[in-house]
């Protein structure tokens, strides 16, 4: 494609977007509080695209990775996808409801309440990582909530994306909810949006909340971040070790909550080591087997590969848990490695891996590990191993991260009951469940005032009556 054809390309994709806003926003203004029943009918409209149309999302994401086994992706995205809509269809009566509020003592006869309304048209944005549930999770949330629904994939989930646009446009009405293919992210999120969602870097991040800013339209930003994992020495190491290297290795590790660098006490490092040696190839025989998902593009593989080889020039030693070669360029994809003996000085402890690879840190006594998290970025989930109640209660309180889980990895992403979201630098904003539902509403508040005139006696003009009443209020 030349210059001008993709200029004119461009031109076309902003301006159909555009297109599409207006269309929103013209049916919220129309109908700006759609029913229960309305939503339910949307969930579930969503709902039966998914579970009608599970091998074509299968075998999409499988092409825009270049392998990823469809099992993994009807666990991690289909699943959770679609027990997340049941989940919130079932609560969402309730979550509607107006909310009666305490009034003020003096105001007698007076009621409160806050009503939940929906914002609008909320914009989408979603990463390539997990591209279904990254986009149904979101929707949900703003459909719930009683809003229109705009969505931007990225450009590495085109087949996807692709499959989902004709989807969504066959079942659902596109002023209520569309998928726009080829428009630019810096685009999309300056367009005025009523709320708008972002998932991925923090570099992108940033760079679409300064978009957003200028329409004053309020972000939620769902970032990364380096994820500890803290091992105490009561927890049986290889259970630890097979529930960490199943979130680290699946999706090879290109999750936003995989653990990032794991602390062990410098006693039990090596036994550690041995149980991820035998885990590893008992799950996957090898890289070429389909089990194993690709690492996304070659950029990411040579990325992923020149942390290793700037950790292996300064020290550290490498151990790739698969038999055969670390990495195969042809199939893009990188064995699940482990990294010892490293130091803050190597560009794996610096940046968000987003691959299979686990640094590991040793320690002595817990407070140099509580003390190495708080002086870095908060990060959008941390793990720890032990079973010791006080050791949980004194790690969670001196310590701040998106969410936390305990005894596992990554499993508090699926209950849906539990708001997700990061913190400082790992984002801002909830999503999933109830929270999720009030991150995509605006709780309204309504005063109704009794018949009565409620102080006649405290218009002015003021004498002694006001005072001896505003005596009587303050409590002199």
């Known amino acids: 494609m030349n210059i001008a054809a993709h200029a004119h390309s461009l031109d076309h994709s902003k301006a159909e977007a555009m297109r599409i806003f207006g269309a929103q926003r013209a049916a919220y203004r129309d109908r700006p509080v759609p029913s229960l029943q309305e939503r339910r009918d949307q969930l579930r409209r969503l709902e039966r695209l998914l579970l009608d149309n599970q091998k074509a999302i299968c075998e999409a994401i499988c092409q825009d990775f270049g392998n990823r086994a469809h099992q993994e992706t009807q666990l991690l995205e289909l699943f959770l996808s679609v027990d997340g809509l049941r989940d919130c269809r079932k609560r969402l009566g309730r979550w509607m409801k107006p909310q009666r509020r305490h009034g003020s003592v003096w105001f007698l006869g007076a009621r409160n309440q806050v009503i939940p309304q929906p914002k609008g048209v909320v914009g989408v944005i979603a990463p390539w990582n997990y591209p279904l549930f990254l986009v149904i999770g979101p929707v949900t949330s703003a459909l719930a909530a009683g809003n229109r629904c705009m969505v931007k994939m990225a450009a590495n989930s085109r087949h996807l994306c692709t499959l989902l646009q004709k989807l969504v446009a066959r079942d659902f009405e596109e002023h209520t909810l569309a998928v726009v293919p080829d428009v630019s992210g810096s685009v999309f999120s300056a367009m005025p949006f009523d709320h708008l969602i972002f998932t991925g870097s923090a570099r992108t991040g940033r760079q679409v909340m300064h978009a957003a800013a200028d329409n004053l339209t309020p972000v939620t930003l769902e970032l990364g971040g380096k994820s500890p994992v803290i091992v105490c020495q009561d927890f049986d190491l290889k259970t630890a070790a097979e ?58 593989h040579e990325r992923l590969m020149g942390y290793l080889d700037d950790a292996r020039e300064q020290g550290a030693r490498i151990v790739n848990l698969l038999p055969g070669n670390l990495s195969d360029s042809r199939l893009c994809k990188i064995a699940p490695t482990l990294v010892l003996d490293v130091h803050d000085g190597m560009r794996i402890m610096q940046e968000e891996i987003f691959g299979p690879l686990l640094p590991l840190k040793t320690y002595r006594a817990l407070e140099e590990v509580v003390e190495y998290i708080k002086d870095r970025d908060q990060p959008l989930a941390l793990y720890l191993f032990t079973r010791q109640p006080e050791v949980q209660r004194q790690i969670i309180a001196q310590t701040q991260s998106g969410g936390v889980a305990i005894n596992d990895c990554g499993l508090h992403v699926a209950q849906h009951d539990l708001p997700f979201g990061g913190i400082g630098a790992s984002g801002m904003g909830h999503y999933h469940g109830h929270e999720g539902f009030l991150e995509f509403s605006k709780m309204r508040p309504v005063f109704k005032q009794f018949a009565w005139p409620a102080f006649p006696m405290l218009y002015p003009p003021y004498g002694k009556l006001f005072e001896r009443l505003m005596s009587l209020m303050l409590g002199r």
């Open 243 to 300: 529930r960490i290297l199943q979130m680290k290795t699946v999706n090879a590790g290109q999750t936003c909550v995989a653990p990032d660098y794991l602390f062990i006490h410098e006693s039990q490092r090596d036994e550690f080591v041995a149980h991820c040696r035998r885990i590893a190839p008992a799950r996957y025989a090898s890289l070429s087997t389909p089990d194993y998902t690709s690492i996304i593009d070659q950029a990411a």
